[in-house]
């Protein structure tokens, strides 16, 4: 699992990942990317350090939920977002595409 790796290399306690539940797969965008995988990976690492956090401090462990779909809305947003009725021009660079 990625989140797996994300949490070593970074040297933090794997015992906080007993805290963790990601609900969905991948593939769930027609890519052959795993963008699922990476965006919910990120916020789930991101929603740990902050359960340690708060631990930290309060001495209370929370519970971190993370959804694939959820967390693939939020990678992509930009797609969401309206002005005016419309999308928001120049979302994507010429020549790159991001």
């Known amino acids: 699992m990625l ?4 949490w070593s290399v970074t040297g933090c306690d794997p ?4 805290h963790l539940s990601i ?9 052959v990317l795993r963008v699922g995988t990476l965006a919910s990976a990120s916020i789930a690492a991101t929603g740990l350090a902050a359960a340690e956090c708060f631990r930290l401090r309060t001495g209370r462990m929370q519970r971190v ?3 694939v779909r959820r967390a693939l ?3 992509r947003s930009e797609r969401y977002l309206r002005v005016d009725n419309g999308l928001l021009p120049g979302l994507r660079h010429p020549v790159t595409g991001f």
């Open 3 to 6: 989140l797996d790796h994300l």
């Open 15 to 18: 015992a906080l990942l007993d």
């Open 23 to 31: 609900d969905g797969n991948d593939p769930s965008l027609p890519s």
């Open 65 to 67: 939920n993370v959804s």
């Open 73 to 75: 809305a939020a990678f």
